[in-house]
């Protein structure tokens, strides 16, 4: 049974190192106290004691109901029930989230993510399946393959979004723009002081849409990376001895996604400067 436990706990451990929170007190807390069939019995002993007008009856399960809140959350065995409990439902939630999001993509992109979760499948298939790698130790690598499909998926989410963006905008027009102010102010032609105003303004539009443009040619090449890095990780890992070896790849392709999205933030501003 310890030895149970030692695994559990390094699962966690290996959970929590791959960005997955460790749940705290207050959520099983929370859980066991807000559920159906502890409404029933706190309901049912304050009926009991209504009908029969003996309220020790309720005041003994209310008793009952502050001994199960203070020693229950910190059981093991419930903890087990309700991260089995929570997991399944946080799992059906993500599922829920990623179907919208393909939902709304583009047909292209649709099909990249499709292809990324099938090979997400067939990589920890294989790595259930290899003898080598203890499935203990696997969690969190599977949790890291899950946290870049996710990653993957809103990436083309948010590519999407700022290529419909480009392609909308005419950048051969606002460089005309930009030309015909800096002839108007060279000229000395008419209001110049709202020509240099104007120029500022479209010199801003120009550099921006450069930045966005700089970004989307990022994202593209971040999402091949994946791509081929899951192509050869369905490659490497029949023959992988150590969860260690695919750790450090999917750590590093971690990093240089958590980099796009920083910059997806900050192209996320440049798109409201541009429209503004």
Not at 144 to 157: E, R
Not at 218 to 236: G, M, Y
Request: charged share 35%; net charge negative; with cysteine.
């Amino acid at each position: 049974m310890g030895e149970i436990e030692d695994q559990l706990e390094r699962r966690r451990q290996l959970l929590e190192e791959a960005g997955v929170k460790r749940r705290s007190y207050g959520d099983y807390a929370r859980r066991l106290f807000h559920n159906v069939y502890n409404y029933t019995l706190l309901g049912g002993a304050a009926t009991a004691a209504a009908m029969t007008g003996d309220w020790w009856i309720f005041v003994a399960g209310l008793g009952l109901e502050a001994l199960w809140m203070l020693y229950a959350p910190d059981s093991k065995a419930m903890r087990r029930r309700v991260d089995a409990e929570m997991d399944r439902e946080e799992a059906m939630k993500a599922e829920e989230r990623r179907f919208e999001q393909l939902q709304r993509m583009q047909e292209y992109y649709r099909g990249r993510c499709r292809a990324l979760m099938l090979k997400q499948a067939e990589i920890t298939k294989l790595a259930m399946e290899n003898r080598t790698l203890h499935s203990d130790l696997l969690a969190g690598e599977i949790s890291k393959l899950q946290k870049l499909t996710d990653s993957f998926i809103d990436l083309c989410v948010t590519l999407g979004r700022y290529t419909a963006y480009l392609d909308k905008e005419d950048v051969g027009e606002v460089e005309r723009l930009q030309r015909q102010y800096e002839k108007q102010i060279a000229d000395g032609k008419g209001p110049t002081d709202l020509a240099k105003k104007n120029l500022d303004v479209v010199m801003r539009r120009i550099e921006r849409l450069r930045e966005i443009t700089e970004f989307v040619e990022r994202a593209k090449r971040q999402l091949e990376l994946i791509e081929n890095s899951f192509a050869l990780l369905s490659d490497q890992i029949v023959s992988m001895r150590s969860p260690q070896e695919l750790s450090g790849q999917l750590d590093e392709l971690i990093d240089g996604v958590n980099a796009v999205r920083e910059t997806a933030r900050e192209a996320d501003q440049l798109l409201v400067g541009v429209s503004s």
